[in-house]
């Protein structure tokens, strides 16, 4: 996957909010090097949402350090009554999600429709 | 004592010394290399015990069985993949694991050791792949408190003289079968480590003279060039069915080379691949 000019997509995690709605727009491929970018844009939500989204549409790989974050994330989120929904990653990389049987812990959404 | 007698035995005298002087340098280097880390981590005498546990072991499989494992560490560093083939209670029985934590370092390289240690324990005692599964996780969580740093496992059992194999699986990929390609049905349950219970599904299938079944942790399937496709689950399927009938040991050589040239010759994380294949008597 690579753009018009051939460069790779480089990984981003970009926030938004919309009211009480926050969203992370999670990019590329999060491996154990590009990690620490995902917990900072956990670390960087501004407080008071009410419901949490992360959005791994555009996600083209997803390593297991990353899942143990979301777990922690979701753990936090409960705990402070937020909810938090997973918007589901592209069938490859989603399939590891349901070898874990993490729709036990994990709340996953389908893209809404645009 | 002749002449060229007592010439051979200076000759061995020397090599001797230069063995010991070998083994002392080796020594030596081994302190430097365990001093090195105590700075770094302060966990030394963890780590080496855990690179030990964690290290690809010996196969003990059945005499009507062929195993062959194979265990690539990632291109920067051991992760934590792990495998264990050893015999079952019964004489008849192999049981075969497969392990995979998340993340890297001596956090997560504790808490996989804790998982291989256990299954290699109980694998004597114990031929249920749930209650080896559960076993497994208890020690996990009472020893070193429950994480998102998960562990994922599958234990095989394998029966040859029956025809069987059972097998249950906590978050891990499922078991493939040889020639075939045909991915056993799986029922996923959490990986261990997680939560204090585990709720485990158990699974049987055939397992006929001749035929095999492949265990692979995901450095496999997700074997990959940055921002490329996966390897993925259908070209695994596929270069099964090309290798048909094939030796376990060519089997597993030959997906590690698919796993490397797909990879880009750098994996990103760890490969482990155990093939097992009932001999045809």
Redesign the interface.
Known sequence: ??DPNGR??KFEVVPERDGTVATLIVR??L??AT?PKLEAGFAGLEPGYETLVVDLTEC??F???G???L??HN?RCTEAGIEMAIVKAPP??Q??F?????D??LTFVERPAT | MTEPDQREIERLQRRVEELDEEAALREGRIAELIAEAVEREGEIRDLAAMREVLAPSEIRAGRDLDVKASFTPASDGVAGDFYVVMPGPDEDSTVIAVGDVAGKGVEAARRATFVRTSLAAFAQYVDDPCRLLELANQVLVERTGASSVFVTAIVVVLHPREGRLEWASAGHPPPVRLDSGELLDIRPSLPLGIDSVLTCRRSSETLTAGTGILLFTDGLTEAHRPHQSLFGEHRLSEALRELAGSASDAVVGRLKAHALAHAGDALGDDLCIVAARVNVA
């Open positions: 996957m690579t790779a997509p590329g491929e491996d154990i990690t083209t790989f390593a297991s350090s899942i143990s974050l777990l922690e753990a490859d990389v399939r590891m349901d070898l874990l049987a993490l036990e812990r």
